[in-house]
């Protein structure tokens, strides 16, 4: 939660920049605190405090203070680590190591089972799906096409927006569109969520948190944990992981519902591959 306070500081209003710097420096008493003393203290409102925890997508103050308590009072908590010039491949490892970890913690504290549940369900309705991202993004499309084409599914994962739009323009009934894009900000996501919309397909966003425009826009939006920014990409490799982390939660989700179908088409997929190395 610290962590992820310090990432988002410099992106906040205000209001909720006083309210975040107060919890930095006394992460301690504000586990003991109202939402009107926090507020009192951190010279602003509480609809800011209110504001502060949606930005960082958490219920309310309550709840911030749960994650904030179980924090500080573990005394193994560490924060994310970037490589240093001339470090040792030990070093290297335990710092990768511990990013990846805190990115999971973060990430599983972030999910909500309701939002989970309605992109599955969309997911099971679906006659087709449309995945797109752009740069490392894609990478995250191509591994959900990759698992659902498995289950039968028809899955479309293509670099190319136009050729996505004219696809989504012939087989829109019954259809889901699902938008990564770590910022939730990326132009070209967000147009071909719109067009999808238009054609009546069903949208699924996969975001951080905040009060991004991909997740305001979709029909259903999963966040991911804020990774940091990092002088050597660390950040993007920690918001990889998360994204494929939340794709393999819903994956596992969705396979678990239907589970001996899953098995199943599983099977089909792997003898059919076998063959091809006969």
């Not at 507020?39 to 309550?62: D, N, Q, Y």
């Not at 797109?132 to 591994?143: N, P």
């Amino acid at each position: 939660m610290i962590s992820q306070i310090e990432l988002v500081l410099n992106e906040l209003p205000e209001s909720e920049k006083k309210v975040a710097e107060f919890i930095l420096a006394n992460a301690k008493e504000v586990m003991h605190m109202t939402i009107h003393e926090l507020a009192a203290k951190a010279e602003a409102s509480s609809a800011a405090v209110v504001r502060f925890c949606r930005s960082l997508g958490i219920e309310g103050f309550p709840a911030l203070k749960i994650r904030l308590s179980a924090e500080v009072e573990n005394k193994n908590y560490v924060g994310y680590f970037d490589v240093e010039s001339n470090e040792t491949v030990h070093s290297i490892i335990d710092k990768m190591l511990s990013n990846t970890i805190l990115t999971f913690q973060n990430t599983a504290s972030q999910l909500d089972a309701q939002s989970i549940g309605q992109a599955v369900s969309l997911l099971q309705q679906a006659e087709v799906i449309y995945v797109y991202g752009i740069g490392a993004s894609f990478i995250i499309a191509e591994d959900a096409a990759q698992k659902w084409l498995r289950l039968g599914k028809n899955v479309y994962a293509i670099s190319d927006r136009h050729l996505l739009a004219a696809a989504m323009a012939t087989k829109s009934e019954n259809a889901v569109f699902w938008g990564i894009s770590y910022s939730g900000e990326t132009r070209e996501v967000i147009q071909l969520t719109k067009r999808a919309k238009e054609q009546g397909i069903k949208t699924i966003s996969l975001t951080r948190p905040g009060n991004n425009k991909l997740a305001q826009l979709a029909d259903v939006s999963l966040f991911t944990s804020r990774a940091p920014e990092a002088k050597l990409r660390s950040a993007a490799t920690s918001s990889r992981f998360a994204q494929l982390f939340v794709l393999d939660i819903v994956f596992s989700v969705y396979a678990s519902a239907q589970h001996d179908l899953t098995v199943e088409q599983l099977a089909k997929t792997r003898q059919m591959i076998e063959v091809l190395y006969d």
